[in-house]
């Protein structure tokens, strides 16, 4: 491909040919405005109805954007601004727009999701908590009922009757986990059941490259009550009372642990285990157990809440709710920090946030920093940007990132920073990397006299009214991760002159505790500042000892180049903070690849399952099966003392028993392979090519073995008039369900780094 070529086909390139015709209708949007704007509300309403019966879609689109500016105005108070609209055409022509921090994507958002719905289809417009997605389409209601378009929203504390009820309406508003949760119950629904979801059709993803990039193979698990044992647990206990020196080997990067050769002969001798040979299912178990006591931090990657792990979202810097780890790794953390074990279970079944994206028939969403992910978002989605051009111009000044030697010199010149701006009573907001920095910034902080507002995982019930105040004169707000947070930080206090006031002395003074491992979440925490043209000011500080920074060890020759406050001015040392922001993004893409490659098979088999399952449920197929394999002796024994509805409703149970629990099995089977699948690299095999050949395999009897265990049942069962007593035979499906995200498989370098040191010892 040449130069030319890859210029033209950068993410963006093509945003001019996508919406270019609506970007030169001003005159026309005019026009139709005036029109609309002599109509009653009632008249407005029903031109809404009709707005998408006639003309080409562009012609439409141009309409209806004039019409969804009217109903914004006087629904709400808020007329749209052209960049408003430019927005809504990208979303209406399926991208992803990006708008900066405060450029009304909310707005835009609801708008084509009325926009959809008034062309006939069903709309999720999906968030990335439930607190924004209630708060989203409350207060967008008005426009919703002024353009005649039914909106409701879902969250996790809602019953399951009012849940099926809210996605009744053509638009719903929920977080991305609860849908997708939703989703997984449906696929477990019995005969006579109805979805709760009828259609997925069109996806509206706010905050698009958090979920789609960030959090997209995240699974979505639905469990069920079981009892397991607690081996994982005891060799947790094992692994706490090695010796970190003489047991344990840590990789230089931090990434990675494993067993010295005598952690290895004294773990061996304590479980009476051959870890590489006939036992390698405790190697597992061991590495897990390592990770948790290594590489996983309380107050960083985790806190502890009334006696319970709660997990730290690093992207956003809160609690992750309903979030945890695999049941190993949860069990090791417990164990750990000492905690009561929490429930664990079978799954029952579990998806990605990514297979859940592609399930819908279109997928646009909203962002502000779309253009650094845009390769990600074409290769994974097929999805092109849309930037919009900001309302106001741009004037934040965002000065050169400061590097200090060590994590003690950076938070001291952070301090310093905040007076100085204190001092002329310059609202100041710094994003951390963790809880544990910003608590130790705060507690430096309160130290100087300082006082400041500290917003991390650990109380975050004031979230919206601490950010919301956080440009008001003398404010100082400490928080960790600001993206997703869903509220603009406006300049000064009530009055116009406190805004005024603000401005003068800078406006918002924005301090970066540390590059992100994204380039994206750096530019987040940079776009508080500077919204709609406001003034501003973005700096990061950053440290040799940050955790980005291991991934370049040749950065530790330059400590000796700090001056006396730990400031390094050396523009090679600068560029490899760069360096190792580049190697973590594509760290990223490459796990988010291999997740991919490992989930589309599970996906695959997984649809054809459903698809089978479906048809057995309502009894398109199923009961010829089973009655020829039973033969025509017992089914007339079975008919004539009952009915032939009765053995054929009595077939679907049995059926739709045996395909649950037979995929329940793949899949713990599938998750098993998963784990230790870097070993067959011993083997000189490719991992993925392993997986494919295995999974394969054990799926070709899945069929084979759910009618032979259905026919079973139905051969010895005892029919009544109510069809067969399944608890009796064993059939009992959990007495208890419920839903939690699990983080991905973070063992791959682990185990690849135990590969490469049992190469070692053949």
């Known amino acids: 491909m040449g130069l030319l070529t890859r210029l033209l086909n950068r993410p963006g390139s093509q945003a001019d040919r996508r919406v270019g015709r609506f970007l030169r209708s001003s005159a026309e949007l005019e026009a139709l405005g005036e029109e609309f704007a002599e109509l009653t509300d009632e008249e407005l309403t029903a031109r809404a109805g009709e707005v998408f019966s006639s003309g080409s879609p562009d012609e439409q689109r141009i309409r209806y954007a004039a019409l969804a500016r009217e109903a914004a105005d006087r629904a709400l108070g808020e007329r749209p601004y052209d960049t408003q609209l430019t927005g809504l055409a990208g979303l209406l022509d399926g991208t992803v727009v990006q708008m900066l921090t405060g450029e009304g994507k909310t707005l835009v958002g609801a708008l084509a999701a009325a926009g959809y719905a008034l062309q006939g289809r069903r709309v999720h417009v999906v968030s990335v908590n439930d607190y924004l997605a209630v708060r989203d389409r409350d207060w967008m209601a008005p426009v919703f009922e002024l353009l005649g378009v039914e909106a409701a929203a879902i969250s996790g504390a809602a019953p399951d009757a009012q849940r099926r009820e809210s996605y009744r309406a053509a638009v719903v508003y929920g977080s991305v986990s609860e849908i997708g949760f939703d989703v997984l119950r449906d696929r477990f629904r019995l005969p006579g059941e109805e979805l709760r979801i009828p259609e997925r059709d069109v996806v509206i993803v706010d905050e698009a490259d958090s979920v789609l990039i960030d959090e997209a193979r995240v699974p979505l698990v639905l469990a069920g009550s079981t009892e397991k044992e607690d081996a994982d647990r005891a060799i947790a206990r094992l692994v706490a009372g090695l010796d970190p020196e003489e047991h344990i080997e840590v990789s230089e990067d931090r990434r990675s642990v494993s067993l010295t050769s005598a952690g290895i002969d004294r773990v061996e001798e304590e479980l009476d285990a051959d870890l590489y040979g006939a036992d390698t299912d405790r190697l597992a178990a061991v590495n897990i157990a390592l990770y948790a006591r290594m590489l996983i931090h309380r107050d960083v990657d985790y806190i502890v809440v009334d006696g319970e792990i709660k997990l730290v979202d690093a992207a956003r810097g809160r609690i992750a709710q309903l979030q945890r780890w695999p049941d190993g790794l949860q069990a090791a953390v417990e164990a750990k920090e000492r905690l009561e074990p929490s429930v ?62 060590f994590q003690e010199s950076k938070e001291r010149a952070i301090v310093e920073e905040v007076a100085a701006a204190h001092a002329e009573r310059r609202p100041v907001l710094i994003g951390t990397r963790s809880v544990a920095e910003s608590e130790s910034l705060a507690a430096r902080l309160r130290e100087r006299g300082i006082e400041c507002e500290v917003l991390n995982a650990k109380d975050d019930s004031r979230e919206a009214e601490i950010i919301a105040r956080a440009g008001r004169a003398d404010a100082v707000t400490v928080s960790t991760q600001m993206a997703g947070r869903g509220t603009d930080i406006r300049l000064g206090e009530e009055s116009d002159d406190g805004a005024a006031d603000v401005a003068e002395a800078g406006g918002l003074l924005v301090i970066g505790a540390g590059r992100y491992e994204s380039s994206r979440l750096d530019d987040q925490l940079r776009g508080r500042a500077g919204r709609q043209g406001d003034p501003g000011t973005s700096v990061f500080f950053t440290s040799l000892e940050d955790d980005l920074m291991t991934r370049v060890p040749e950065a530790q020759r330059f400590v000796e180049e700090g001056d006396e406050t730990g400031l390094i001015a050396s523009k090679r040392a600068a560029a490899l903070v760069e360096h190792a922001q580049r190697i973590a993004e594509g760290e990223n893409t490459a796990v988010h690849r291999d997740t991919w490659r490992f989930n589309e098979l599970m996906a695959k088999q997984r649809q054809l399952v459903l698809t089978r399952r479906e048809e057995i449920r309502t009894g398109e197929r199923g009961p010829e099966e089973l009655r020829e394999m039973l033969g025509a002796e017992r089914v007339s024994e079975i008919e004539e003392a009952t009915s032939a509805d009765v053995l054929d409703a009595a077939i679907r149970d049995v059926m739709l028993f045996r395909i649950d629990e037979r995929w329940v099995e793949h899949l713990a089977f599938l998750n098993d392979l998963r784990e230790g699948i870097h070993l067959r690299t011993l083997a000189r095999e490719k991992p993925h090519e392993a997986f494919n050949t295995e999974s394969i395999e054990a799926f070709s009897t899945f069929w084979d073995d759910v009618l032979a265990a259905a026919c079973d049942v139905l051969e010895e069962a005892e029919f009544t008039e109510d069809g067969v007593d399944l608890p009796a035979h064993g059939l009992k499906r959990p007495s208890s369900t419920w839903t939690y995200l699990t983080t991905e498989n973070v063992f791959g370098s682990d185990i690849e780094n135990v590969v490469k040191r049992v190469r070692a010892r053949r």
């Open 344 to 405: 664990s279970g079978e799954i029952l079944d579990q998806m990605t946030v990514e297979e859940l994206i592609h399930s819908y028939a279109r997928v646009c969403g909203m962002t502000g920093t779309a253009l650094a992910v845009g390769d990600d978002l074409r290769e994974f989605y097929d999805l092109e940007i849309v930037p919009v051009d900001p309302h106001e111009p741009v004037i934040r000044v965002d000065e050169p990132d400061r590097l200090y030697t």
